[in-house]
């Protein structure tokens, strides 16, 4: 079971399109609840979106209608496909597992993070 670890970041003009993938046996699971976080430089972590374990997703406003989150079970693997990108994208993205088994997102030692992908949009 390995741990999770996120791909796919990298530098797009506004406009553009990303997909950003996270694999990891250990927790890309239909038991938990699954997610997609970022981090601008100097501002705060925020959830951007997720997918709990009955397959039903959730956004923030500003990413709705753009961003779509889906999950591959049988790859083990959680995906952000990530249209219509603008400069206020522009962060390191991480996908994480919460470990309560449903999405509350409160307590970091019973959730599961990657490392990151850092993600920049241009204009």
């Known amino acids: 079971q390995m741990p999770l670890t996120e791909s796919g970041g990298g530098s797009v003009q506004a406009g553009g399109s990303l997909r950003l993938s996270c694999g990891g046996s250990?927790?890309?699971?239909?038991?938990?609840?699954l997610g997609w976080a970022r981090q601008g430089l100097g501002k705060e972590r925020e959830m951007v979106a997720y997918?709990?374990?009955?397959?039903?997703?959730t956004y923030i406003d500003s990413v709705k209608g753009r961003f779509t989150i889906s999950r591959d079970i049988a790859k083990n693997t959680l995906y952000l496909q990530m249209n219509s990108l603008t400069p206020d994208d522009t962060a390191t993205y991480y996908c994480?597992?919460?470990?309560?088994?449903?999405?509350?997102?409160?307590?970091?030692?019973?959730?599961?993070w990657g490392q990151g992908t850092t993600v920049t949009v241009s204009s």
């Open positions: 250990a927790y890309i699971d239909s038991t938990y609840c």
């Open positions: 994480a597992a919460d470990l309560h088994g449903y999405c509350y997102w409160k307590d970091r030692n019973l959730e599961a």
């Open positions: 997918i709990d374990t009955d397959g039903s997703t």
